[in-house]
């Protein structure tokens, strides 16, 4: 699957649906506009995965050497609060109450797509944090793409 990309404002009904952003549903391949796992992220977000890329990525985690304690931790951290989620009839995604609450998701959420995966935000939050990390962002490009031509030599 090529990468995802975006941005998208969505809002969340009294049931804690929205509508998922039919620009966004078109970038998935037909058999993974449907069904969702939906995740914590690491920041203060939560995760929607396509489910065909969830089970890539459980596949690679599978191989983990569950021996050592730090990756069991890391397994069940990441796996904790994972639910299937499936869009309705009417395109909506339903977000249980406890995944609302875990990050604080009111009723205006933004959906950022990237890679493999879609991070749904509380509006305020993710643009504090946007706002909060651009002072930075020169520094924080330098160190993640500093050294990219170099590593195809």
């Known amino acids: 699957m090529a990468g995802l990309v975006g941005e998208y404002e969505v809002k969340l009904d009294a049931k804690g649906r929205f509508l998922f952003p039919s620009g ?9 506009q ?3 796992m ?14 065909q890329e969830w089970e890539v990525l459980s596949e690679r985690l599978s191989k983990l050497n569950l021996f050592k304690p730090k990756n069991r931790m890391f397994y069940r951290l990441f796996h904790q609060g994972a639910k299937l989620v499936s869009l309705d009839r009417a395109g909506r995604v339903h977000i249980p109450v406890a995944h609302l609450e875990r990050v604080g998701l009111k009723q205006e959420a933004m959906l950022i797509a990237y890679n493999d995966r879609v991070e749904v935000w509380d509006k305020v939050k993710y643009f504090e944090m946007i706002e ?10 330098d160190e ?3 050294d ?3 590593e195809a030599e």
């Open 148 to 150: 990219l031509d170099h």
């Open 38 to 51: 939906l995740n914590k992220g690491f920041e203060d977000c939560l995760t929607l995965f396509p489910l």
């Open 24 to 32: 966004l549903r078109k970038q998935l391949p037909p058999a993974g």
């Open 34 to 36: 449907r069904d969702f």
């Open 132 to 141: 909060g990390s651009m002072a930075d962002f020169a520094d924080l490009a």
């Open 144 to 146: 993640v793409m500093g």
